[in-house]
């Protein structure tokens, strides 16, 4: 089983909605959930794409959806700076670090001059330093593809039903 964390709150008015249209005698409809849970709460933060996928999970239990952290690029100094604000649920912030120091090692990758862990009491930062005359933008999506800053979430929401386990939908 891998049911992401929700709000609850987003949950309970789930509920209430379910036990309103069973009052009425009305179906509910996969959609109507969905407007009210929009998806994951990851403790982390991060970035939910894939509606497709979050919609699949939600109607059969079974889904994919892509997990990217929230990073925003900094132009207002000399240098450009990549600052990490969110990073994907599950994922270990000092082997992030650690994997990204590799990779841009590794693959001799031009333009990086520092990674710093500027992680405080307010929240997590993560600052990747840009030389002026490097793209941080091609940077950056070369860490999406080489470091864990982008993961596949695969739902697996699986309940024990009448002693049998069964993949359940949110309905369900």
Do not use: W
Request: with cysteine; hydrophobic share 40%.
């Amino acid at each position: 089983t891998n049911i992401p964390p929700h709000n609850l709150r987003d949950v309970i008015y789930a509920v209430v909605k379910l036990i309103d249209n069973e009052v009425a005698d009305k179906e509910t409809e996969i959609d109507e959930l969905i407007d009210i849970v929009k998806g994951p709460d990851f403790p982390t933060g991060g970035i939910v794409q894939g509606i497709d996928g979050l919609k699949q999970a939600y109607t059969t239990g079974r889904g994919k959806v892509i997990l990217k952290s929230k990073v925003e690029i900094d132009t207002s100094k000399a240098d450009p700076r990549i600052i990490i604000s969110e990073i994907p649920y599950d994922v270990n912030k000092a082997a992030l670090l650690r994997k990204m120091s590799d990779q841009i090692g590794l693959q001799n990758v031009d333009g990086v001059k520092m990674i710093r862990d500027e992680t405080d009491r307010s929240g997590l930062r993560i600052v990747i330093e840009v030389r002026r005359d490097a793209n941080p933008e091609y940077i950056l999506n070369f860490l999406y593809k080489t470091t864990e800053l982008q993961i596949n979430y695969n739902f697996n929401m699986v309940a024990i039903v009448r002693g049998k386990p069964c993949y359940m939908g949110l309905i369900d």
